[in-house]
């Protein structure tokens, strides 16, 4: 079957750090995707991997290692505004894992 | 990025009516929809994949004539649901691609159903 597997929470301080990793098992993959989302809305795009790589976007990056079925969403500077569900996506039809709440204290 | 809307984004319904969403990609032409449902604290769960012109394809366990989808143009789709039941309540996304791989889909606002 398809399955992405993500941690369910992860913690963090204002201007901290933090990675989010999921490792995957789908069929027809084409490559990763990460999506934000906050309470009460629909999922936001980050960023996607096709290729092996670190791809950055500001103050996130994101992983491919396709040879290991894994990949990183990396978070700098945190925010207090960063809390929210991160979801990685992937598969011949996007397929979610289950989520990572992320909540950035003071 | 692209937009695609919603509506209505929430709605209350009485038990055994129908209820339709729409899905709208507002700047760019959408070959493909998808449909999402997401409950409280959990993923989304894909129900079914539209492409225009042609008829659905359902994720298995969704009943196809509860959920009926509709893809008449490249920039709408509609869910109904039909007959709607308490269950039923749930988060309710649409996602639109333009072309190639579902891998960059840009999502909806979401419709929050709430059946009584």
């Known amino acids: 079957g398809q399955s992405l597997e993500q941690p369910s929470e992860v913690t963090a301080v204002e201007g901290a750090i933090v990675q989010i990793n999921c490792t995957y098992q789908?069929?027809?993959?084409?490559?990763l995707s990460w999506y934000q989302q906050h309470d009460g809305g629909a999922p936001t795009f980050l960023s996607y991997?096709?290729?092996?790589g670190l791809e950055e976007t500001g103050r996130f990056s994101s992983f491919l290692s396709r040879s290991d079925s894994y990949g990183y969403l990396l978070l700098q500077e945190l925010q207090m505004k960063d809390s929210a569900s991160y979801f990685c996506?992937?598969?011949?039809?996007?397929?979610f894992g289950q989520g990572t709440e992320l909540s950035v204290k003071p | 990025g692209a937009v695609v809307s919603q509506h209505p984004s929430w709605v209350i319904c009485k038990s055994g009516t129908s209820v339709k969403i729409e899905c709208r990609s507002l700047?760019?032409?959408?070959?493909?929809m998808f449909w999402y449902r997401q409950f409280p604290k959990q993923s989304l769960m894909l129900m079914a994949t539209?492409?225009?012109?042609?008829?659905?394809?359902?994720e298995q366990g969704v009943e196809k004539d509860k959920f009926l989808i509709n893809h008449a143009s490249l920039t709408l789709s509609t869910l109904t649901v039909t007959s709607a039941h308490p269950e039923d309540s749930s988060f309710y996304i649409c996602?639109?691609?333009?072309?190639?791989?579902?891998?960059?889909?840009?999502f909806g606002p979401g419709t929050r159903l709430t059946v009584l």
């Open positions: 789908t069929s027809g993959f084409y490559g």
């Open positions: 539209s492409n225009e012109g042609s008829k659905a394809t359902y």
């Open positions: 996506a992937g598969g011949g039809k996007l397929i």
């Open positions: 991997n096709a290729l092996d």
């Open positions: 700047d760019f032409q959408a070959t493909t």
């Open positions: 996602s639109a691609a333009g072309s190639g791989n579902s891998d960059t889909q840009y």
